[in-house]
């Protein structure tokens, strides 16, 4: 690994330790809790909560260093979440008892997967372009939403299923879990396996790849299939613990996950990023939003604090990568 | 050259655009282990050629044969599986990929699981790069590398197969001299393995050098194949231009007026250095020298685009600083650029619209754009330029190369500047609107007019320029008259040889 | 010939399409229910339009320069909020140019960074999204603003007021329509958007300042988000601080739908307003028909699709894609 990757893959390591430091110090002589903030629950809470908008994150960065984005993945989640819930009052479900749950993780997941190969096959089909056909369909998916259960949420909470989501093992809570494991598969799969190489190729150059035989469309379907797999999924992590899901659930999820998966140094133009980056953007975002509400700031300043450091990222990244004095000034 | 049947046989091959026959009935053959040149100007149909030939354009009519089997080929994976492989000009790298991903893309060894097998891969690609001898291994990532060993990179691709012929699109374009004898070491390699090479560039004294035949295309016809040992530039230059090639120099002078421009140890980085040189009212000056030898980069920076790092800018004497192109013009400097399309011309906008953008502040009536102040514009430099298009409304994207050029040059003019630059004034445009344009510039100066030309066909620099600076390498080497230039001198100029010494 | 005809048609298609789509399902919401084509109906949609209409003529100058803004939703919030604060505090004569003022101020700092330091649209108003909603929650307190006296201020007129027997509303959004088209299509700065989102390299060797171009886009689409907080915070004379949330991406929908290139370069106010009109037409026609708000969300989604389908079906000749 050369320097500079090393130094662009570590970046996002050193800003959440700068985070832990200044909240650590900041704490301890603003903090409105007793507990310090580098506390052992208190981080595992943290990677928790990290779960939900952190699987969706790890499905956007595949679909971003293809080149493409997906808006619609709020709407997924809500569905996904919906079916889940829904599922498991049907008649013949409950009288699977708790053989039920299975079932209702498969049909959600299933859900998320038929809505995401919905927007794949749109984009390969029709050729137009990803940003426009997923913002159609998430408001299409929002309307789906809304018309299953009315404006009313969906509730229904089944007790084995919150044990379980509830559970730590090795000290990790069964969401960070799922974060974790995902993140692992989808690591693997970005370095190791052709799809992922190919998914690198077609975002980095796109004509190439084609003219090399990589079929773009199918490349394409699967990925948007396993976005909307992984927005199923971080519905069903969190919605086996809270057991209601509101119509509104899941909105501005899209924008959550692409902040994070761009704090982690992904190219909006494709071909570069890693899944081990935006893991780090995640929990960078988390930790942001945990310590400032550690050091007593309102919750609200998270938002603007974020949304500020997004744009210095921006930034810096542009500074640092000029070409110097004699650029053509364009 | 053998007698076997050839590797490669085309028959008839048509291939029509909307509007245009790009290819009119072309047919020749390749033997195996001869290397063919591909010959023509620009836009006789070359690059149309190969694409048909690597599978990634369909002909509407004739037939293709390999080893005189007829063959269909819809895809470039398609042709090359076939023995076909095309090696593109431009470079269509991965720059963030390996160089080993880069040469299998797209048929990464396989393990179970779908994993790649790195192991194979590093192997097979290290032992191709062996073959080519190059300075880096199959784990560098392709954007660490210099333009010349992506071209390497490129080149290795057609090794993974056993090719029957491989298509060089003007493979020499951006390598230095070292370089280009590694690539024909690489080139009668294949020779010998009796692989047939089809060969494509502009460059006389390369094809003169390694090629068996040479097959000339104009307008999308085929016009002939002669034998490299039996012919000379003269009768190759006369089958694709249908005349002789004119080097006439340009023997009108006008009377010159005052130093419009000069400039004096002008600077920008690595990217020219002490350059000096002026112009006058009335006179053309050419540039002329090799893609990268900073010809475009001093245009920039007259015209605002870049920032000196040293040097002086005189107009009329007085020493002006020129920070945009908006000062530029104030300065009555005007640009018409290299990349016709990219930055010449907004191509989805109208032709009046196109050509009065600059001056669109000053043609209003209140504070709307007057229309009749700008039709008036338009038909004023459509008339003076015959510039050919239905009318002001049409979509610049749709005129042919000649009438979008006329537009960028009509936009300049209407500006009425002190000093026009014009940067490759002719590329890609067809024999008959390159006279025009040529004629124009003449006329332009001897409107009083001081203008700038560059370009890198001598003929052309030849022909319009009263003087001629020779440039390498970002340094001005010598500065000609035109009663004093020849042709040797000049290639000898823009190729870094002075008089006494080797640079 | 026919191949001319079949060209031309793709391309009367591709240029009014939207238009003969939007008459089309005018007619056939009209046979439908009697009561769609009643003038009170009509201006109740138009008037429930306006907002999310004034929007969108901004955007729409964003996006011909080639850009995205997706801030303005959040935007709209944060005016809303202002402007309702500042009303008790400092009377309405002074809150309504004191909200105007700071919303356009950020509208400049957005323009700023996407102009003058070139940084991505998307991501530059992404995170702007998320810092003004900060910034309205901050303002806020988190709490939702009233009016005290709501029936007592001259406030209301913007929102609920009438002119010779027309909305207030519908006004401001014909007028700034009419202002914004005029300004795009007549002016020497309208024809300088199109070309920097056309081809902003050729712009410049042009010497057309894109910078201040882009800035101005950004300039002019926070100045109508400011008129929309107006009409919104007018209208209901209180406001929860996420009223504009999600609008950004509705309001881009309209823009798409009027068939404005994401590219940049093409658009014309006039179209926006028809995929405006087309937006609120369907949610009102299809409420008549009984059915629930949502519904639209999914027709809107079939009708982007399809409408940028075929527009791009036209350009290139062919109704499939040509991906592999």
């Known amino acids: 690994m050369s320097k500079e990757t090393l130094f662009k893959q570590g970046a996002i390591w050193a800003f959440i330790v700068v985070e832990l430091i200044f909240f650590s110090v900041a704490g301890s002589y603003l903090s409105v809790s007793d507990s310090a903030f580098m506390d052992f629950d208190n981080m595992l809470l943290l990677l928790k909560q990290s779960a939900p908008i952190g699987i969706i994150a790890l499905g956007m960065t595949i679909i971003m260093i293809n080149g493409n984005i997906d808006l619609s993945v709020g709407a997924t989640y809500a569905l996904a979440a919906i079916v889940l819930l829904d599922s498991m009052t049907w008649p013949f479900m409950q009288a699977m008892g708790d053989w039920a749950i299975p079932l209702a993780w498969f049909f959600a997941l299933l859900t998320g997967t038929v809505l995401g190969a919905i927007n794949g096959l749109i984009v390969w089909k029709t050729g137009v372009d990803a940003f426009i056909v997923t913002l159609g369909s998430m408001l299409g998916y929002r309307g789906l939403v809304f018309m299953y259960n009315g404006e009313q949420p969906t509730s229904h909470l089944n007790w084995t299923l919150v044990d379980f989501a509830e559970a730590q093992f090795l000290g990790l809570h069964t969401a960070t879990w799922f974060l974790l494991v995902a993140a692992l598969i989808l690591w693997l799969v970005m370095t190791k396996t052709v799809h992922g190489r190919n998914a690198y190729a077609i975002g980095n150059n796109r004509e190439a790849a084609v003219n090399a035989g990589i079929r773009v469309g199918p490349h394409f379907l699967w990925n948007f299939m396993l976005i909307g797999f992984l927005a199923a999924l971080s519905a069903v992590v969190f919605y086996s613990e809270s057991g209601s899901v509101n119509p509104n659930d899941g909105m501005l999820y899209e924008l959550w996950a692409i902040t994070a998966v761009v704090l982690g140094g992904t190219k909006l133009s494709g071909g570069y990023g890693s899944i081990i980056s935006t893991l780090g953007g995640v929990i960078a975002i988390q930790l942001l939003r945990k310590g400032l509400g550690h050091i007593g700031a309102d919750t609200e300043t998270v938002n603007l604090v974020i949304g500020l450091i997004l744009i210095a990222v921006l930034f810096l990244d542009r500074q640092l990568n000029r070409t110097g004095k004699e650029e053509l000034k364009i | ?503 | 010939m026919a191949e001319l005809t079949k060209r031309g048609i793709g391309e009367v298609l591709a240029k009014q399409g939207i238009l003969i789509a939007f008459v089309v399902f005018m007619i056939v919401f009209a046979l439908a229910n009697q009561r769609f084509i009643a003038i009170d109906n009509i201006s109740g949609v138009i008037r429930s339009s306006a907002i999310l209409g004034v929007m969108a003529l901004g955007v729409t100058f964003v996006v011909i320069g080639g850009n995205l803004d997706l801030s303005v939703g959040s935007m709209m919030s944060f005016s809303t909020i202002v402007v309702l604060d500042l009303h008790d505090k400092i009377g309405p004569t002074l809150a309504i140019p004191a909200m105007f003022g700071l919303t356009m101020a950020l509208g400049a700092f957005i323009g700023f960074l996407v102009g003058y330091l070139k940084l991505n649209s998307l991501i530059v108003t992404l995170g702007m999204l998320s810092a003004i909603h900060g910034l309205t929650l901050t303002w806020s307190g988190g709490q939702n603003m009233d009016i005290a006296d709501k029936a007592g201020t001259w406030f209301s007129v913007f929102g609920q007021g009438r002119v010779a027997g027309v909305p207030v509303p519908i006004l401001i959004f014909a007028g700034l329509a009419i202002v914004l088209s005029l300004v795009l299509s007549k002016t020497p700065f309208g024809r300088k958007v199109y070309a920097v989102g056309g081809n902003g390299k050729a712009a410049t060797f042009s010497g057309i300042p894109r910078a201040r171009i882009v800035f101005m886009t950004y300039l002019i689409s926070s100045f109508c988000v400011a008129c929309a907080g107006l009409l919104q915070a007018s209208r209901s004379l209180g406001s929860q601080n996420t009223v504009g949330q999600g609008m950004e991406l509705e309001v881009l929908a309209a823009v798409i739908l009027g068939g404005a290139s994401l590219l940049g370069g093409s658009g014309t106010i006039f179209k926006t307003v028809i995929g405006v009109l087309i937006l609120g037409f369907i949610q009102n026609g299809l409420l008549l028909m009984g059915l629930a708000f949502y519904v639209q969300y999914v027709v809107t989604w079939l009708i982007i699709i399809l409408a940028v389908w075929l527009d791009i079906a036209a350009k290139r000749g062919r109704f499939w894609s040509q991906i592999a």
């Open chain 2, 1 to 503: 050259m053998t007698d076997h049947t050839p590797v490669l046989r085309l028959e008839d091959i048509v291939k029509t655009f909307p509007g245009v026959r790009a290819l009119d009935g072309v047919s020749f053959n390749v033997l195996p282990g001869e290397v063919h040149a591909l010959m023509g100007e620009n836009g006789a149909g070359k690059s149309t050629l190969m694409k048909v030939l690597g599978g990634i354009l369909q002909p509407n009519e004739g037939r293709i044969f390999i080893e005189e089997e007829p063959t269909v080929m819809t895809t470039p994976v398609q042709a090359k599986a076939k023995g076909v492989v095309f090696i593109h000009q431009e470079l269509s790298l991965a720059d963030e990929l390996t160089v080993a991903e880069n040469i299998f893309l797209g048929e990464l060894p396989l393990k179970s699981f779908g994993r790649v097998d790195w192991g194979t891969l590093y192997d097979d690609t290290n032992a191709i790069l062996k073959q080519l001898n190059v300075g880096f291994d199959a784990k560098t990532r392709v954007g660490d590398l210099s333009i010349a060993n992506q071209q390497m990179v490129e080149i290795a691709r057609a090794l993974t197969v056993d090719p029957k012929a491989v298509i060089f699109d003007e493979p020499t374009a951006s390598l230095t001299d070292a370089e280009k004898v590694v690539l024909f070491d690489v080139i009668s390699g294949l020779q010998s393995k009796g692989v047939g090479i089809i060969y494509i560039s502009h460059r006389m004294e390369e094809i003169f050098k390694i090629t068996d035949r040479i097959s000339v295309l104009r307008d999308g016809q085929y016009r002939g194949t002669l034998n490299t040992r039996e012919t000379n530039e003269e009768e190759v230059t006369h089958l694709m231009i249908g005349r002789k090639l004119d080097l006439s120099r340009n023997e009108s002078h006008h009377e010159l007026g005052d130093v419009a421009l000069e400039v004096r140890g002008l600077s920008c980085g690595k990217l020219f250095q002490d350059v000096s040189f002026n112009v006058r009212r009335g006179e053309v000056l050419g540039f002329y020298g090799l893609v990268g030898a900073g010809r475009t980069e001093i245009a920039e920076t007259l015209f605002g685009l870049r920032d000196p790092s040293a040097g002086q800018i005189l107009l009329n004497g007085q020493e002006v600083r020129i920070k945009s192109p908006i000062e530029a013009i104030g300065h009555g400097i005007s640009l018409v650029p290299e990349d016709r399309k990219g930055q010449g011309l907004v191509l989805g906008m109208n032709c009046r619209d196109n050509m009065t953008l600059p001056q669109v502040d000053d043609l209003t009536a209140g504070p709307f754009v007057s229309d009749g102040a700008e039709i008036a514009i338009f038909d004023q430099y459509r008339d003076k330029l015959d510039i050919r298009t239905p009318g002001w409304r049409q979509t610049v994207g749709n005129l042919s190369g000649g009438n979008q050029q006329k537009i960028v040059i009509g936009k300049w003019l209407s500006m009425r500047p002190e000093v026009l630059i014009v940067d490759e004034p002719t590329r890609g445009i067809d024999v008959g609107s390159k006279s025009e344009i040529h004629n124009l510039i003449r006329d332009l100066a001897a409107q009083g007019f001081a203008v700038i030309v560059i370009s890198s066909e001598m003929p052309e620099v030849l022909h319009v320029s009263d003087r001629i600076v020779a440039m390498y390498s970002g340094r001005v080497m010598r500065e000609f008259t035109s009663d004093e230039v020849t042709e040797d001198s000049l290639i000898q100029a823009i190729s870094g040889i002075t008089g006494d010494k080797v640079a």
